[in-house]
């Protein structure tokens, strides 16, 4: 691990890697080529300094491990992390890497972020109360499922769309439940008993089945062994290891211990053996085949969308689409409508097969004809 979170502004690391990134542009000539679009953006350069860094070790690995043994789904699995909320952050990297090396996937495995439920905006409330916490806790997962989309309110889609545009994996390097961000204490007791009560069982299982619907990997729950509920945080997933029932404990105990009165097994730990045995289908993406959709349904769109058609198209603009294929081998026909001006419109998959077209000229911009078919072949294996 090169460093954590170098995004998080509230670590004092996050702030070195923007004065490296400064210090690089400014002062050395810019030899990592942060600054190769001229965005005169320090935070920018910092980001794509975090990606020339895990490239860095990628090539360490490989130059010392074997290049056979490192990068996509081989023995060593260099991954770039960023921030669940900003998907900019993972964005700006990959980008830097495709622009200054190559596509990322020559270098990584994939990306991660660390996708928390929280009290949000209700985290300094002092009296809330156990079902107040379970409802807000169920309303801040709810925007981490497939069904919200991939629109700017829904970074997990935007974040599965652009792993999948340059065909990496995608990971949670942490996630769970957030209580204590903002006031440790506020509302503490409810904070405990929601911990320990039923509905937290259906929360958590609804959160990692949508996880698992968006075709993601692992998912690393924090903390995944047993801790007492504090004020820094209800993190963990049993306060007690004795708490597990796929194995019996009954022995190591009796009615008198405290772990007799918690819930057996607890909630989170429940929910996470309920998926672990279950069969989950991605339901993430516009099904293929499909007849129409509508072009402002891109990745990070604005909600609710100003106009019913992408108008006024800067040159180079750039709109990605997530596509749900189950079959492993098709040919995919792209059929666009367009109205106004003649151009050229450029068609990718996964960041391959760029097919460039010529586009019809049309009386004005409230007609709409079709472009020349586009193809691809598509092998998903």
Not at 40 to 64: C, G, M, P
Not at 317 to 346: D, K, M, W
Request: aromatic letters at 12%; a neutral charge.
């Amino acid at each position: 691990e090169y460093s954590n979170e170098l995004w998080n502004r509230g670590f004092s690391q996050a702030a070195d890697n923007v004065y490296a990134a400064n210090d690089s542009v400014h002062n050395h000539g810019d030899p990592l080529h942060l600054n190769y679009d001229n965005v005169k953006d320090v935070h920018a350069w910092a980001f794509r300094r975090t990606a020339y860094q895990i490239k860095r070790i990628s090539d360490l690995f490989k130059n010392i491990f074997g290049y056979e043994n490192v990068g996509l789904w081989k023995r060593v699995r260099p991954i770039l992390a960023g921030q669940t909320d900003k998907p900019h952050v993972i964005m700006t990297g990959l980008d830097y890497l495709n622009t200054q090396y190559g596509s990322p996937s020559i270098f990584l495995h994939g990306v991660a972020v660390a996708p928390y439920m929280t009290l949000g905006k209700y985290r300094t409330w002092s009296n809330l109360t156990t079902d107040q916490v379970l409802d807000i806790l169920n309303s801040s997962m709810q925007r981490f499922l497939p069904e919200q989309g991939w629109s700017q309110q829904a970074p997990l889609g935007v974040h599965g769309i652009y792993a999948a545009w340059y065909n990496l994996a995608m990971y949670a390097y942490e996630g769970g439940t957030d209580t204590s961000s903002g006031c440790q204490d506020c509302s503490f007791e409810a904070k405990i008993n929601a911990t320990r009560h039923p509905r937290m069982i259906d929360i958590c299982k609804t959160y990692l089945n949508g996880w698992y619907r968006f075709g993601f990997e692992i998912f690393n729950w924090y903390v995944a062994g047993a801790g007492d509920i504090e004020l820094s945080g209800t993190w963990n997933l049993l306060e007690d290891m004795r708490q597990e029932t796929l194995i019996d404990t009954t022995n190591m105990f009796n009615s008198t211990s405290p772990v007799a009165q918690l819930p057996r097994p607890a909630p989170k730990l429940n929910a996470i053996d309920q998926i672990r045995h279950s069969s989950v289908e991605i339901s993430f993406g516009i099904a293929i085949p499909s007849m129409n959709f509508n072009a402002t349904n891109f990745m990070n769109h604005q909600v609710p969308y100003p106009d019913a058609d992408l108008r006024s198209l800067k040159l180079n603009s750039t709109f990605h689409y997530p596509l749900r294929i189950h079959q492993p081998l098709i040919r995919l026909n792209l059929t666009v409508y367009v109205a106004g001006n003649s151009g050229i419109l450029e068609a990718s998959i996964n960041n391959q097969q760029f097919i460039q077209i010529q586009t019809p000229k049309t009386v004005n911009t409230t007609v709409f004809q079709a472009t020349p078919l586009i193809q691809f072949n598509f092998n998903q294996t």
